[in-house]
């Protein structure tokens, strides 16, 4: 998969160098590049802002670099297309299913606007010729585009085959799309089964794996009413057993439909 990624601001991806990532760039799963949109500027000083019209507070991207940043990687005449992939607060919400989108796709081209965002019109020329997805990462606000970028391309990466490697802990994720619920996942634990006076909780040494499926289960559940009850309110209503249904009402969350006998 090739990644192309324009900034002001090449340095904030030295992390794409390290780990995982790392191991996919040096191994030739992920060819990525880093571009100085500053390379498309043409006075004295690189400017790549100016003034909002209108008026308002800040500063707005001049369209002229960016332009000239997506004929030089995308040019307009050139076969192949990326996606291009604009993080912004006013974006559709990141999700795990829009990551799998992306990780099909063979070309993806991430714009990092700083400042209050980029010229409209670099998006309306550019979705002329190429597929525009424009993404937020949630309802806070970040200073650009950067680490956003950061992000994806790190829950973009992981499912592209061979960069995890354990292709098993990718299905199994809370919100792997396909998957018939999201539900937070519950504690894990590893040994000393006795730390700091602080028991690894019984059933997960029991060998009873059923059990063990159970109380999984029980403390997903949990966990999930009491951080996200928007996700249990999605929960298809079948997906629920007799056990779940007394595991909400236990914790606060009762479930309407049929009551719970038999
Ligand atoms: C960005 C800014 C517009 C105010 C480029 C912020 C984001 N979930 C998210 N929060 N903030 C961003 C984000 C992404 C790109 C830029 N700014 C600052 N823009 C209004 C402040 C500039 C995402 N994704």
Not at 138 to 151: H, M, P, S, T
Not at 204 to 213: P, Q, R, V
Not at 220 to 243: E, V
């Amino acid at each position: 998969m090739k990644l192309d990624i324009v900034s002001i601001f090449p340095e904030y991806f030295a992390p794409l160098e390290v780990s995982l990532l790392g191991k996919a760039r040096r191994t030739g799963l992920l060819d990525v590049r880093v571009h100085d949109l500053r390379r498309w500027t043409h006075d004295r000083h690189n400017t790549v802002d100016d003034t909002p019209y209108g008026g308002g507070p800040g500063m707005v991207m001049k369209p002229e670099p960016w332009g000239e940043a997506l004929d030089a990687i995308a040019p307009p005449s050139g076969g192949a297309v990326p996606r291009l992939v604009v993080p912004t607060p006013s974006g559709r919400p990141f999700t795990q299913v829009m990551a799998a989108e992306f990780a099909a796709e063979p070309w993806l081209l991430f714009a990092c606007g700083r400042y209050e965002g980029i010229d409209r019109r670099v998006y309306d020329e550019a979705a002329a010729r190429m597929p525009v997805t424009e993404v937020s990462l949630g309802d806070f606000v970040l200073a650009g585009g950067e680490v956003a970028v950061l992000v994806m391309i790190e829950a973009v990466s992981r499912l592209v085959p061979g960069v995890l490697g354990n292709t098993d802990s990718v299905t199994d994720d809370s919100f792997a799309p396909g998957a018939m619920e999201s539900l937070l996942e519950g504690p894990v634990f590893t040994k000393p089964p006795l730390w700091r006076d602080r028991p690894v909780p019984e059933i997960l040494l029991s060998g009873n794996h059923g059990a063990i499926a159970r109380w999984r289960r029980d403390q997903a559940l949990r966990r999930t009413a009491r951080y996200r009850p928007d996700l249990l309110a999605r929960l298809d209503r079948a997906a629920l057993d007799k056990h779940d249904l007394a595991t909400l009402a236990d914790a606060g969350f009762p479930v309407d439909g049929e009551d719970m006998a038999d």
